[in-house]
């Protein structure tokens, strides 16, 4: 119930122990911009996240990069373009950035995986390279 609303604090304990998906990087000047430009103003959490996915959409495109590794927030932000996982650590910074613990998972050593010719099938389907984000409590 504490968490419907945004902003919101995490009670003590459950903020110690959601201390690594609070961990953040210093904010470069974009990154610090494009913090600076979310609206703080009451809102249920869902309706937050809902707009902030949506002003990430439209402002870094998509695209699909090979290089292995993890563009920075501010190399995404300055490019406006990245891959999901890109996208998807940019992300889980401005949410930490935001009080929100959120935690980053690369799918990315399954591709690594699949480019050697190695293929691993899990419940009917073949795995695909894909960034997940999720938020903590």
Not at 11 to 36: G, Q, S
Not at 62 to 77: A, F, K, N, S, W
Not at 79 to 95: E, I, N, P, T, Y
Not at 96 to 107: D, K, N, W
């Amino acid at each position: 119930e504490s968490a419907e609303k945004f902003p919101f604090a995490y009670d003590p304990w459950l903020a110690n122990e959601l201390k690594p998906f609070l961990e953040t990087v210093d904010p470069l000047p974009r990154f610090a911009a494009f913090l600076a430009g979310i609206d703080r103003s009451p809102i249920k959490t869902v309706d937050m996240l809902v707009a902030l996915n949506q002003r990430l959409q439209h402002d870094v495109r998509y695209l699909i990069r090979l290089e292995t590794g993890v563009q920075t927030p501010e190399e995404t932000l300055v490019k406006a373009s990245g891959s999901c996982r890109d996208s998807g650590w940019l992300l889980v910074q401005l949410l930490r950035h935001l009080g929100l613990a959120a935690r980053f998972v690369s799918l990315q050593e399954r591709a690594e995986r699949r480019q050697r010719g190695e293929r691993e099938v899990a419940a009917g389907h073949v795995d695909e390279a894909h960034a997940v984000l999720e938020r903590e409590a």
